[in-house]
C-alpha cells in the first residue's frame, strides 16, 4: 500500500458481484454521491466516477467478485478495486488502446472496446496495476482532489 | 440550442422531460460505443446512440452527459427508463437513424464534442 501524505479523513468499502448486470455501476455511482456530499470539485468527480465505473464493469465482466475502497484525504481521492477472477495475462498489451479479449456480450452492451484500462489510466494522477493470472487483479487510482 | 428546439429537429418523443424546459445543450456526440463515450466525451453533452440498455444511462450518469436521444426509434425498457428518471436525465427517441439525427442537428448549428 501507497503512502497517500495523509490519514484517510473518509474510508468505504464496497462489495461488486460478477456477472451482475443490473447492479454494474451502482457502486460508482455510490462514489458519485459521496464524492458530491463531500463537495469535492467537480472535474475530480468526474475523473474518480469514470474511473471507478469503468473499474467495476471490469469487475463485473471478468471477476467473481471484487471490492472497491475508496479513501478520501484532504488532498487526495484514492481508489482501490481488487478482484477474485481470472486475472490479466499481459498487462503491457491490456493497457494498450484497442487491445480486447472482450465476448460478443460485453460488446453488445457498449463495452469491450480496449478503452477501459488505459482510460482509467487517462482519468488518474497515479495508477497501478497487478494481476496474477488465475487469482485476480489489482488497480490502485489516485486523484488529486484540486 | 435547447432540448425543446432538438425535440423539433429530430421529430422526437419525449420520454423523461427535462426540469428545466429550456435546457440549454452546447455540443453533442454520436456513438453506440460506450467506452469511447466515456473516453471522449465533454461534459453537459448530449449523447445520440442505438443501445438502450442501462449502461447507457450509467455512462451518461458518470460521464455527466446532459440528455440522451436514443436513434433508430429504440424504446429503452422500464428499468432503463427507471435509472434515468432517478438520476434526472432527460431521455428522447427519434426515428431517425444516427447519422441522419447527428446530421440534422449539425446542420442547425450544435457542434460536436471536439469542436465545443
Request: net charge neutral; hydrophobic share 45%; with cysteine.
Given at each position: 500500500m501507497?503512502?497517500?501524505?495523509?490519514?484517510?479523513?473518509?474510508?468505504?468499502?464496497?462489495?461488486?458481484?460478477?456477472g451482475?448486470?443490473?447492479?454494474?455501476?451502482?457502486?460508482?455511482?455510490?462514489?458519485?454521491?459521496?464524492?458530491?456530499?463531500?463537495h469535492?470539485p467537480?472535474q475530480?468527480?468526474?475523473?474518480?466516477?469514470?474511473?471507478?465505473y469503468?473499474?467495476?464493469?471490469?469487475?463485473v465482466?471478468?471477476?467473481r467478485?471484487?471490492?472497491?475502497?475508496?479513501?478520501?484525504?484532504?488532498?487526495?481521492?484514492?481508489?482501490?478495486?481488487?478482484?477474485?477472477?481470472?486475472?490479466?495475462?499481459?498487462i503491457?498489451?491490456?493497457?494498450?488502446?484497442?487491445?480486447?479479449?472482450?465476448?460478443?456480450?460485453?460488446?453488445?452492451m457498449g463495452?469491450?472496446?480496449?478503452?477501459?484500462?488505459?482510460?482509467i489510466?487517462k482519468?488518474?494522477?497515479e495508477?497501478c496495476?497487478?494481476?496474477?493470472?488465475?487469482?485476480?487483479?489489482?488497480?490502485?487510482?489516485?486523484?488529486r482532489?484540486? | 440550442?435547447t432540448?425543446?428546439e432538438?425535440?423539433k429537429?429530430?421529430?422526437?418523443?419525449v420520454?423523461?422531460?427535462p426540469q428545466?424546459?429550456?435546457?440549454?445543450?452546447?455540443?453533442?456526440c454520436?456513438?453506440?460505443?460506450?467506452?469511447?463515450?466515456?473516453?471522449?466525451?465533454?461534459?453537459?453533452?448530449?449523447?445520440?446512440?442505438?443501445l438502450t440498455?442501462?449502461?447507457v444511462v450509467?455512462?451518461?450518469?458518470?460521464?455527466?452527459i446532459?440528455?440522451?436521444?436514443?436513434?433508430?426509434?429504440?424504446?429503452?425498457d422500464?428499468?432503463?427508463?427507471?435509472l434515468?428518471?432517478?438520476?434526472?436525465?432527460?431521455?428522447?427517441?427519434?426515428?431517425l437513424p444516427?447519422y441522419?439525427?447527428c446530421?440534422?442537428l449539425?446542420?442547425?448549428?450544435?457542434p460536436?464534442?471536439s469542436e465545443?
Open positions: 501507497r503512502v497517500m501524505g495523509a490519514e484517510p479523513c473518509f474510508e468505504k468499502s464496497f462489495g461488486i458481484a460478477g451482475d448486470l443490473v447492479n454494474a455501476g451502482v457502486v460508482s455511482s455510490k462514489v458519485k454521491k459521496i464524492l458530491q456530499e463531500l469535492v467537480c475530480a468527480i468526474r475523473r474518480a466516477t469514470i474511473a471507478a469503468e473499474a467495476e464493469m471490469n469487475v465482466w471478468y471477476a467478485r471484487g471490492t472497491l475502497t475508496l479513501s478520501i484525504t484532504p488532498e487526495l481521492l484514492r481508489i482501490e478495486v481488487t478482484d477474485e477472477g481470472i486475472g490479466i495475462e499481459g503491457e498489451l491490456a493497457m494498450k488502446d484497442g487491445y480486447s479479449t472482450a465476448s460478443e456480450e460485453i460488446r453488445q463495452f469491450g472496446a480496449g478503452m477501459g484500462l488505459p482510460n489510466k482519468n488518474s494522477d495508477f496495476i497487478d494481476s496474477v493470472v488465475g487469482q485476480g487483479t489489482v488497480l490502485d487510482i489516485t486523484i482532489r484540486r | 440550442m432540448l425543446e432538438i425535440k429537429i429530430l421529430d422526437a418523443q420520454i423523461i422531460t428545466d424546459p429550456q435546457m440549454e445543450i452546447k455540443m453533442a454520436g456513438c453506440d460505443l460506450m467506452s469511447d463515450v466515456l473516453a471522449f466525451i465533454k461534459e453537459e453533452a448530449l449523447l445520440l446512440t442505438g440498455n442501462l449502461q450509467r455512462t451518461a450518469e458518470m460521464a455527466n446532459k440528455a440522451l436521444v436514443f436513434v433508430r426509434g429504440k424504446k429503452p422500464r428499468e432503463t427508463i427507471a434515468a428518471r432517478a438520476k434526472k436525465i432527460p431521455l428522447l427517441v427519434t426515428d444516427m441522419e439525427a446530421g440534422r449539425y446542420r442547425h448549428g450544435l460536436g464534442c465545443a
